[in-house]
């Protein structure tokens, strides 16, 4: 079993940033990947961005040059360095953690960017 907890929403102007963190615990050491996805209103969720444990990262056409994601194996962590941001990044943004042929997911956290 993994725990994700997701931290770092808020509400921002079109072009700030924001850093989004998720800290995985539990039996952190089967996760293969992680990764961020984002539900707007409506929507479906969709891909944000992904890292897996050779720290090599996908991203989505829409984010590529504006979000960076990282991790930090130390501290179970992962981070999605969101810049520049626009008002239709709007969405709860879930953390992702990928373990064999088990998906996990976190609950959630709120970004809200005014134009």
């Known amino acids: 079993q993994v725990q994700l907890v997701e931290s770092g929403g808020g509400l921002v102007q079109a072009g700030e940033s924001l850093r989004l963190s998720c800290v995985a615990s539990?039996?952190?050491?089967?996760?293969?990947?992680m990764g961020w996805y984002r539900q707007a209103p409506g929507n479906q969720r969709d891909f944000v961005a992904r890292?897996?444990?050779?720290?090599?990262?996908n991203y989505a056409d829409s984010v590529k040059g504006r979000f960076t994601i990282s991790r930090d194996n130390a501290k179970n962590t992962v981070y999605l360095q969101m810049n520049s941001l626009k008002p239709e990044d709007t969405a709860v943004y879930y953390c992702?953690?990928?373990?064999?042929?088990?998906?996990?997911w976190g609950r959630g956290t709120q970004v809200t960017v005014s134009s």
């Open positions: 890292i897996d444990n050779d720290s090599e990262t």
């Open positions: 539990g039996v952190t050491s089967s996760i293969n990947a």
């Open positions: 992702n953690a990928v373990s064999g042929l088990w998906s996990y």
